[in-house]
């Protein structure tokens, strides 16, 4: 490409290098734009990275996804990172449930696993032999799961009441909550069903359970985050010819006819016929102006949530599996992270062949999400003795935590309502993010489609060819 070429391609300034930024300047530069992604942080991918402690590579929290989140294997195969990643061939979920105290526990391992049948038969066996539930409690889920289909995902009225009441409304008990609807609500929702939206929930379960059979089969990164979210993202970036800047913080924007000036903390401004807001809604709240979107003094009310990561590293192997959900106890789900973290290669892993490193993840835990180390140490490590009978025996290596405070959207009855479409009022100014109307929970398919959506609106916008879009959520080509 020339330079007068160059020039004469319409400008665009992606503010935010998380997973909706990076979708939403691959799509501007694919479509022809001359595209700058300016990121405040040295790193991209936002919310779903990594770093180095010492020699160990940390994930800042296990992130999982579903079959169901097209746009973020999209994204994945858009990245070159479809090998990075597995996919379960057919959902199946260890969850064990303890009771009893810390020296006498008494141990129940159930499984949720689906069989190829057709929705809703694909979780009926495995419901049937789910043994954390009795048979009056399994015919109550069944009652639910009937309800949960017969709602419309278009009412705005779901959005008014919490999923808890209504699923008690439903014949649900304290039982069905702990060891079905919360065991996979909190962790897709960050919320307890009595703090979340029923919007939201049913639009979890609804697409997760009772779409397609295999629509929650789980996948998760066999690499570090930051393999997949920084490094294959930045080479794809850079190979579609966007400018990535790090560290690259933007402290104004500044609305103009024909171009907006994005102006970056001690830089010359930049300017854009089109500026994609892709920072969460704290970003958004500061750089946009006055009256860019309905409702915009809201968006101070709009509030987060957190997910704590609680890291263990044992001398030995204390899981057998490569994770488990657990009942009955204050942990909540448990990664096996030993290969991810390349934990074999360190000093501490060759010092003791066979070591392990679980990490636990906590999510909606508005009261842990600010305790000392030492406090999390002696609440955590009993719990993982009392689920896991080798970790009782085992000596503990390395203990440490990561906290994301504001880890995802606060989903709670009436935060549909503050989410925000990618269109603004100011031309050429779109917002993206997983916190925008993308009708799904705060995660990483949320924040790919939101880069789609940005995209799409900044496209149709500025007349130019939009790729072919598929409907099903895909890299639109
Ligand atoms: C611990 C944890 C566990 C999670 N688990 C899961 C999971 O299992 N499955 C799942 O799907 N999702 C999970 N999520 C949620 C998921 O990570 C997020 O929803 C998603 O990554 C959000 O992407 P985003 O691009 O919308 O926003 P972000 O990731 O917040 O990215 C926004 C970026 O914009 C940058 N930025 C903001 N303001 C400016 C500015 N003024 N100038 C320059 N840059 C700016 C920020 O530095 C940031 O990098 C989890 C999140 C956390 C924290």
């Known amino acids: 490409m020339t330079g007068r070429a160059d020039a004469a391609r319409p400008a665009a300034v992606v503010i935010g290098g998380g997973l909706a930024g990076i979708t939403a300047a691959l799509r501007l530069a694919e479509a022809g734009h001359r595209v700058t992604l300016a990121e405040g942080r040295p ?11 010492g020699e160990l590579t940390v994930d800042n929290g296990q992130h999982v996804y579903l079959r169901c989140c ?4 999209g994204l994945l195969e858009r990245l070159g990172a479809t090998r990075l990643v597995t996919l379960q061939d057919r959902l199946d979920v260890p969850v064990l449930s303890v009771s009893g105290s810390e020296t006498a526990p008494v141990r129940t391992l159930g499984r949720l696993r689906r069989a190829g049948l057709p929705v809703p038969l694909h979780l009926a066996g495995s419901l049937a032999r789910y043994p954390h539930l009795g048979p009056a409690d399994r015919a109550r889920v069944v009652r639910g799961a009937l309800a949960l289909q017969g709602l419309d995902l ?22 069905t909550l702990a060891a079905l609807w919360d065991l996979v609500g909190v962790a897709t929702l960050n919320a307890r069903a009595d703090q979340v939206s029923l919007a939201l929930a049913a639009m979890v379960f609804k697409t997760g359970l009772l779409s397609d059979p295999g629509a929650s089969d789980i996948g998760m990164a066999a690499v570090p985050l930051g393999t997949i979210h920084h490094d294959r993202a930045l080479a794809e970036l850079e190979r579609a010819g966007v400018k990535v800047l790090l560290r690259a913080r933007v402290a104004e924007l500044k609305p103009a006819e024909p171009q907006h000036a994005v102006r970056l903390e001690g830089a ?4 854009a016929e089109t500026v994609v807001l892709a920072g969460a809604q704290d970003s958004a709240a500061a750089l946009l102006p006055p009256n860019a ?7 101070a009310d709009f509030g987060t949530a957190p997910i704590l990561n609680v890291h263990v590293v044992y001398d030995r192997k204390v899981l057998r599996r490569p994770f488990f959900a657990a009942l009955g106890s204050p942990v909540q789900w448990v990664f096996d992270r030993t290969a991810h973290s390349g934990l074999a290669g360190t000093e501490l892993g060759r010092a003791h062949p066979g070591a392990q490193y679980l990490a636990l993840s906590q999510s909606a835990v508005q009261d842990e999400i600010d305790l000392p180390v030492a406090e999390l140490r002696r609440r955590y490590l009993p719990e993982l003795a009392r689920l896991l009978p080798a970790a009782a025996g085992a000596e503990v290596l390395d203990f440490f935590v990561t906290r994301e405070r504001t880890a995802t959207f606060d989903p709670a009855p009436g935060s549909a309502q503050l989410r925000p479409s990618a269109r603004t009022n100011v031309p050429g100014l779109v917002l993206a993010g997983a916190w925008t109307a993308t009708g799904w929970p705060a995660t990483m ?5 939101s880069g789609h959506a940005a995209a799409d609106e900044a496209l149709a916008a500025t007349g130019t060819r939009l790729p ?5 959520g895909r890299w639109p080509r």
Do not use: K, M
């Open 70 to 73: 097209t746009a973020y294997r």
């Open 268 to 271: 010359e401004p930049i300017a």
């Open 468 to 472: 072919v879009d598929r409907g099903d």
């Open 43 to 53: 790193r991209l991918g936002g919310l779903a990275f990594s770093f180095q402690r």
């Open 293 to 299: 979107i309905a409702d915009q003094e809201r968006l």
């Open 154 to 175: 278009a009412d705005p009225a779901l959005d008014e009441i919490s999923f808890g009441e209504w699923l008690r409304r439903n014949g649900q008990n304290a039982n």
């Open 445 to 449: 398919e949320g924040a790919v489609r």
